[in-house]
Nanobody, 116 residues
Framework: VQLVESGGGLVQAGGSLRLSCTVS????????MRWYRQAPGKQRELVAEFTSGGSTNYADSVKGRFTISRDNASNTGYLQMNSLKPEDTAAYYCNAVLFGSIDRYWGQGTQVTVSS
């Protein structure tokens, strides 16, 4: 099972990006998913999640700007990022648990760079 990420890139402050995280190698869909980010010299930070109970949670720093979602048909999770700021610059990682499993899987990471 792999989580394949895409969608990172370079964007100006105030712009938007949408990150994708697609399950590969499994017929099971995501039960829960998290997006983390890690900037150089900083600890990995939980940015957003949807839980197995159906709730969504966001870090205070991204509330109102980022939206986590999923499409079960394509077995893909998304992180829509709007009103990006230079401090959002980081490598972003998805992390998911699939139905029928307790294992957590990680994506390979995708770089987001926001210029001022």
């Amino acid at each position: 099972v792999q989580l394949v990420e895409s969608g990172g890139g370079l964007v100006q402050a105030g712009g938007s990006l949408r990150l994708s995280c697609t399950v590969s190698g499994s017929i099971f869909s995501m039960n829960a998913m998290r997006w983390y980010r890690q900037a150089p010299g900083k600890q990995r930070e939980l940015v957003a999640e949807f839980t197995s109970g159906g709730s969504t949670n966001y870090a205070d720093s991204v509330k109102g700007r980022f939206t986590i979602s999923r499409d079960n048909a394509s077995n893909t999770g998304y992180l829509q990022m709007n009103s990006l700021k230079p401090e959002d610059t980081a490598a972003y990682y998805c992390n998911a648990v699939l139905f029928g499993s307790i294992d957590r899987y990680w994506g390979q990471g995708t770089q987001v760079t926001v210029s001022s």
